[in-house]
Nanobody, 124 residues
Protein backbone atom coordinates (compact mmCIF):
# COMPACT_ATOMS: atom_id res chain seq x y z
CA UNK A 1 0.00 0.00 0.00
CA UNK A 2 1.50 3.32 -1.10
CA UNK A 3 1.17 6.19 1.32
CA UNK A 4 1.73 9.87 0.66
CA UNK A 5 2.02 12.13 3.69
CA UNK A 6 1.90 15.90 3.30
CA UNK A 7 3.09 18.44 5.84
CA UNK A 8 3.81 22.13 6.13
CA UNK A 9 0.40 23.68 5.74
CA UNK A 10 -0.53 26.47 8.12
CA UNK A 11 -1.99 29.95 8.47
CA UNK A 12 0.15 32.66 6.87
CA UNK A 13 -0.34 36.30 5.98
CA UNK A 14 -0.64 37.47 2.41
CA UNK A 15 2.77 38.01 0.88
CA UNK A 16 4.31 35.32 3.04
CA UNK A 17 5.90 32.00 2.17
CA UNK A 18 5.41 28.34 3.00
CA UNK A 19 7.07 25.11 2.00
CA UNK A 20 4.98 21.98 1.72
CA UNK A 21 6.54 18.54 1.84
CA UNK A 22 5.21 15.18 0.74
CA UNK A 23 6.91 11.90 1.54
CA UNK A 24 5.92 8.78 -0.37
CA UNK A 25 6.33 5.15 0.52
CA UNK A 26 6.29 4.18 -3.14
CA UNK A 27 9.13 1.98 -4.28
CA UNK A 28 11.25 3.25 -7.18
CA UNK A 29 10.03 6.75 -6.32
CA UNK A 30 12.17 8.36 -9.00
CA UNK A 31 10.35 6.41 -11.70
CA UNK A 32 7.17 8.41 -11.27
CA UNK A 33 6.10 11.96 -11.78
CA UNK A 34 4.72 13.83 -8.78
CA UNK A 35 2.19 16.60 -8.59
CA UNK A 36 0.49 19.05 -6.29
CA UNK A 37 -3.20 19.87 -6.53
CA UNK A 38 -5.45 22.00 -4.38
CA UNK A 39 -9.10 22.32 -3.54
CA UNK A 40 -10.72 25.40 -2.07
CA UNK A 41 -14.11 25.27 -0.31
CA UNK A 42 -16.92 25.00 -2.81
CA UNK A 43 -14.56 24.62 -5.74
CA UNK A 44 -13.27 21.73 -7.79
CA UNK A 45 -9.82 20.34 -7.32
CA UNK A 46 -7.29 22.11 -9.52
CA UNK A 47 -3.78 21.39 -10.69
CA UNK A 48 -0.95 23.42 -9.15
CA UNK A 49 2.43 21.98 -10.17
CA UNK A 50 4.10 18.80 -11.38
CA UNK A 51 7.60 17.42 -11.70
CA UNK A 52 8.96 14.53 -13.74
CA UNK A 53 10.48 11.45 -12.17
CA UNK A 54 14.07 12.61 -12.37
CA UNK A 55 13.16 16.21 -11.67
CA UNK A 56 14.22 17.47 -15.09
CA UNK A 57 10.83 18.81 -16.18
CA UNK A 58 8.39 20.95 -14.22
CA UNK A 59 4.98 22.25 -15.11
CA UNK A 60 2.87 24.91 -13.40
CA UNK A 61 -0.62 26.28 -13.46
CA UNK A 62 -0.69 29.84 -14.76
CA UNK A 63 -2.09 31.05 -11.43
CA UNK A 64 1.09 30.05 -9.55
CA UNK A 65 3.77 30.44 -12.19
CA UNK A 66 6.60 32.61 -10.93
CA UNK A 67 5.48 32.29 -7.30
CA UNK A 68 5.58 28.53 -6.61
CA UNK A 69 8.44 26.09 -7.18
CA UNK A 70 8.17 22.32 -7.17
CA UNK A 71 11.21 20.18 -6.47
CA UNK A 72 12.03 16.66 -5.35
CA UNK A 73 14.68 14.75 -3.46
CA UNK A 74 14.58 11.19 -4.73
CA UNK A 75 16.99 10.00 -2.06
CA UNK A 76 14.37 10.99 0.52
CA UNK A 77 11.29 10.00 -1.50
CA UNK A 78 10.06 13.53 -0.97
CA UNK A 79 8.57 16.24 -3.15
CA UNK A 80 8.35 19.89 -2.10
CA UNK A 81 6.26 22.89 -3.02
CA UNK A 82 7.84 26.23 -2.18
CA UNK A 83 5.14 28.88 -2.18
CA UNK A 84 6.10 32.55 -2.18
CA UNK A 85 4.09 35.76 -2.45
CA UNK A 86 1.04 33.95 -1.17
CA UNK A 87 -2.39 35.41 -1.84
CA UNK A 88 -5.73 34.83 -0.09
CA UNK A 89 -6.92 33.00 -3.21
CA UNK A 90 -4.21 30.39 -2.58
CA UNK A 91 -6.20 29.23 0.46
CA UNK A 92 -7.06 25.57 -0.03
CA UNK A 93 -6.31 22.02 0.98
CA UNK A 94 -3.18 20.99 -0.89
CA UNK A 95 -2.75 17.41 -2.02
CA UNK A 96 0.29 15.67 -3.39
CA UNK A 97 -0.09 12.83 -5.84
CA UNK A 98 2.05 10.19 -7.52
CA UNK A 99 1.60 9.58 -11.21
CA UNK A 100 1.30 6.36 -13.21
CA UNK A 101 4.19 7.45 -15.40
CA UNK A 102 7.37 9.51 -15.26
CA UNK A 103 5.95 12.67 -16.80
CA UNK A 104 5.22 16.04 -15.25
CA UNK A 105 1.52 16.11 -16.00
CA UNK A 106 -1.35 18.34 -14.98
CA UNK A 107 -4.01 15.72 -15.67
CA UNK A 108 -5.54 14.42 -12.47
CA UNK A 109 -6.50 11.11 -14.05
CA UNK A 110 -2.82 10.29 -14.59
CA UNK A 111 -2.25 10.17 -10.84
CA UNK A 112 -2.86 6.93 -9.03
CA UNK A 113 -1.97 7.68 -5.42
CA UNK A 114 -3.05 10.68 -3.38
CA UNK A 115 -2.22 12.07 0.03
CA UNK A 116 -4.73 13.18 2.64
CA UNK A 117 -4.02 16.86 2.16
CA UNK A 118 -2.66 19.74 4.21
CA UNK A 119 -4.52 22.99 4.86
CA UNK A 120 -3.03 26.27 3.69
CA UNK A 121 -4.80 29.42 4.80
CA UNK A 122 -3.66 32.85 3.62
CA UNK A 123 -5.08 35.81 5.49
CA UNK A 124 -5.43 39.24 3.94
Amino acid sequence: QVQLVESGGQLVQAGGSLRLSCTASRRTFSTYGMGWFRQAPGKEREFVAAISGLGVTTYYADSVKGRFTISRDNAKNTVYLQMNSLKPEDTAVYYCASASNSRATGRGNEYVYWGQGTQVTVSS
